[in-house]
Every structure is written in C-alpha cells, then in structure tokens.
C-alpha cells in the first residue's frame, strides 16, 4: 500500500515578546514622586538601569515565533500601537534611519522610535528625550505605557491570527503585545529671568528704603511650574535672607561686603536681601 502525504502551508506561531521598561535622564529623590531632596539630588546620571539616580534610554527586546513547515523564512513586524490608551495603525517610517542591525523603524511622535529587525524579530526602543518633549516632561513618579501589536508572516502570507495565544493553546510568554512602560524623572527648574522692578538708591536712615525686583523660573516636568520654591543660593543651601555685611582691612578702611546668611552679632549690617512668595 503506497501512501502519499502532501505538505500545506502552516501559519508561524508567535511564543514570546519581550516587555521593556525604560526611564528618561534627570535628578531624583528618594522613592516615586517625593519632594525630598537627597544628597545625589544633583549627581550626574548614570548609563543603565532604571532605579533611582540611574537612567535608561534605550532598551531591547525580540519577537520569538516558530513554523512547522522546514526552511520557511518568517518576516517580522508591528501592525498598531497604543500610546496611553489611544490605539493607531502602525506603519513603517520611511525616512528614518534604522540603527545598526536593524532594518525597519517605526516613529512614536514625542516617545521616541522603535527598531526591528524583520528577519531575526530583534527590536529596539530608544527613548526621545528632546527637551520639552512628551517624556521631558514627566515628572517623578509619572509613567507613560506604549502597547506594540506584533506580527509574523510566513513566504506565503501566512500569519499568526493571535499574538497572545500559542498553537498549543498556552498564553504567550509577555502577552500579546510588546508593553513598553516609561518612567519620568525629576528635571531640574530653570531661572529664566531676573530684573529689577523698581530702580534707584537706597537711603541710609530713611524711614523705608526698598527696591524689588523679580526671579522668573519654569521647570519642564508636568504640574511643578506652580509649587517652586525660590530662594538664594549660599554656601551650599538655600536662603530666603541674606545680610549685606561690610568688610573692612587691616587698617580698618572699607573693603567691600559679604552676604552671610544670620545677621551679625554686633548688629553691623548694610541692608538685607529677602526673597518671599514661591
């Protein structure tokens, strides 16, 4: 008896994404979303991880899938994307340029842009950390989530009808998507103006001798603009006063001032600098 078994096409099976997590430069203070200020507050940041005082702008992962049918050559790819709950249609940029080792790029506006290798599944995000950007502004303890819908094609078309879901009926290890989450950071305010509202000379013993002027500062991260705190920078810490205290040299002539930040003993003082409001 002569049997005769002829092949037919199999769809390849996606078993496996890789989840990423990645997190934007900037200062940090202890635990998400405190307002404490640490002793590394304002240490450089450090290449890799995602922890405290440590940044990671680039993550990679793959898309694994197999095919029963021998040699058949499979084409990777990602069909949407959703960006905070919002989900799109996912096409290949055109004109970006794929990094090295990868041949497809697909753009997040404001996020960043993620790199694949369609023949091998290899993909990387690499974060968008323009300044003022989307990510810029997330403040400590903010997360941004971006859900990828993977893809795989066999040489006939054939393709996997639920990432999620393997032949065999067994969940997908990651899920049905590639989930990308972005951590904010503490950025730094900015002074962006100081000037004087009011000018002229102040009078020794008058019964009020005042001029004002103004600091201006804005800080990129979401919602922080309206809680800074202002202040003069002295020695190391912040002050809301400071005393204009007259020096003298050794044949006690005048010889300039210094600001102090207590009022000195004997009551000997120029004039204050005071800062109020925030």
């Given at each position: 008896v002569g049997l005769t078994i002829k092949g037919a096409n199999d769809a390849p099976d996606i078993t496996g994404v890789d989840d990423l997590t990645l997190k934007d430069k900037g200062v940090w203070a202890d635990g998400d979303g405190t307002d404490k200020l640490n002793p590394d507050e304002n240490d450089a940041t450090r290449a890799g991880g995602t922890g405290a005082g440590q940044h990671q702008l680039t993550a990679d992962g793959k898309i694994v899938a197999v095919d029963p049918d021998h040699g058949d050559k499979l084409t990777y790819g990602f069909e949407s994307v959703t960006v905070n709950g919002v989900t799109t249609p996912l096409t290949p940029d055109a004109g970006a340029t794929p990094q090295d080792g990868f041949d497809t790029v697909y753009k997040i506006d404001g996020y960043g842009e993620l790199h694949l290798n369609s023949e091998t599944g290899q993909y990387r995000f690499?974060?968008?950390?323009?300044?003022?950007?989307?990510?810029?502004?997330?403040?400590?303890?903010?997360?941004?989530?971006?859900?990828?819908?993977?893809?795989?094609?066999?040489?006939?078309?054939?393709?996997?009808?639920?990432?999620?879901?393997?032949?065999?009926?067994?969940?997908?290890?990651?899920?049905?998507?590639?989930?990308?989450?972005?951590?904010?950071?503490?950025?730094?305010?900015?002074?962006?103006?100081?000037?004087?509202n009011t000018t002229g000379e102040v009078t020794e013993d008058a019964a009020e001798s005042k001029i004002f002027g103004?600091?201006?500062?804005?800080?990129?991260?979401?919602?922080?603009?309206?809680?800074?705190?202002?202040?003069?920078?002295?020695?190391?810490?912040?002050?809301?006063?400071?005393?204009?205290v007259p020096r003298y040299d050794s044949n006690g002539n005048p010889a300039g001032y210094t600001l102090e930040a207590e009022a000195p003993k004997d009551g000997n003082y120029y004039g204050t600098l005071r800062i109020t409001g925030s």
């Amino acid at each position: 008896v002569g049997l005769t078994i002829k092949g037919a096409n199999d769809a390849p099976d996606i078993t496996g994404v890789d989840d990423l997590t990645l997190k934007d430069k900037g200062v940090w203070a202890d635990g998400d979303g405190t307002d404490k200020l640490n002793p590394d507050e304002n240490d450089a940041t450090r290449a890799g991880g995602t922890g405290a005082g440590q940044h990671q702008l680039t993550a990679d992962g793959k898309i694994v899938a197999v095919d029963p049918d021998h040699g058949d050559k499979l084409t990777y790819g990602f069909e949407s994307v959703t960006v905070n709950g919002v989900t799109t249609p996912l096409t290949p940029d055109a004109g970006a340029t794929p990094q090295d080792g990868f041949d497809t790029v697909y753009k997040i506006d404001g996020y960043g842009e993620l790199h694949l290798n369609s023949e091998t599944g290899q993909y990387r995000f690499v974060l968008d950390d323009q300044k003022n950007g989307e990510v810029d502004r997330l403040a400590e303890g903010e997360k941004a989530e971006i859900s990828f819908s993977p893809t795989v094609h066999d040489k006939l078309g054939a393709s996997d009808q639920d990432s999620g879901v393997t032949r065999e009926g067994a969940s997908a290890a990651g899920g049905k998507s590639v989930d990308i989450t972005i951590i904010g950071s503490n950025e730094r305010p900015t002074v962006e103006t100081t000037a004087w509202n009011t000018t002229g000379e102040v009078t020794e013993d008058a019964a009020e001798s005042k001029i004002f002027g103004k600091i201006t500062a804005n800080d990129v991260d979401a919602g922080e603009k309206g809680s800074l705190v202002y202040g003069f920078a002295h020695e190391g810490n912040r002050a809301t006063t400071l005393y204009v205290v007259p020096r003298y040299d050794s044949n006690g002539n005048p010889a300039g001032y210094t600001l102090e930040a207590e009022a000195p003993k004997d009551g000997n003082y120029y004039g204050t600098l005071r800062i109020t409001g925030s």
